[in-house]
């Protein structure tokens, strides 16, 4: 379906929005999805680089939870770890805590 501007009457005519994006997918040599996976593209395109997820979540009409319990596994990425940076000084971390064995 599509909207052409906000308030407008939804247009749901095959001629409209299925064969211009099949006739797209063929032309990009891209293999047949449906139309709703374009969403699912969307929405990890954006949580890969780091985007808010508040904003994203927005954007797909989602609560944030809905958003990250859909897809968070596409949030990981190599600075995760520097996350654990914003923790204040005094915090120990588990991985630096003595064996249960070591302890007294």
């Not at 247009?11 to 709703?36: D, H």
């Not at 927005?58 to 990425?77: C, D, F, N, P, R």
């Given at each position: ?22 006739s797209a997918l063929k032309a990009l040599n891209v ?74």
């Amino acid at each position: 379906m599509l909207q052409p501007s906000k308030g407008g009457l939804w247009i749901n005519e095959p001629s409209v929005t299925i064969r211009p994006f099949k006739s797209a997918l063929k032309a990009l040599n891209v293999r047949k999805r449906r139309q709703y996976d374009t969403r699912h593209t969307y929405a990890t395109m954006c949580l890969m680089p780091g985007m808010n997820p508040a904003f994203i979540a927005s954007q797909l009409g989602h609560s944030v939870e809905m958003l990250l319990s859909t897809y968070a596994k596409w949030i990981s990425s190599s600075s995760d770890w520097r996350e654990l940076e914003k923790l204040p000084p005094r915090v120990e971390l588990a991985q630096n805590w003595p064996k249960t064995d070591e302890r007294a």
